[in-house]
């Protein structure tokens, strides 16, 4: 995860400084692929952790 950070990051950096428009829409669609990943990590940890009724 440290890695994907860092390139996430690495990604936002370039993004910032970046001329060149179709070269900014692939930089842009990295984080976005970067984002996506994470949020469906996130969402895997919440279903996962959530109690269902044979627990209660």
Do not use: F, Y
């Amino acid at each position: 995860m440290r890695e994907n950070r860092e390139k996430w990051m690495e990604l936002c950096e370039q993004a910032a400084k970046e001329q060149d428009p179709e070269k900014l829409v692939e930089l842009i669609s990295q984080i976005n692929q970067l984002l996506e990943a994470k949020e469906r990590r996130l969402k895997s940890k919440a279903s996962a952790s959530e109690p269902t009724e044979d627990r209660l």
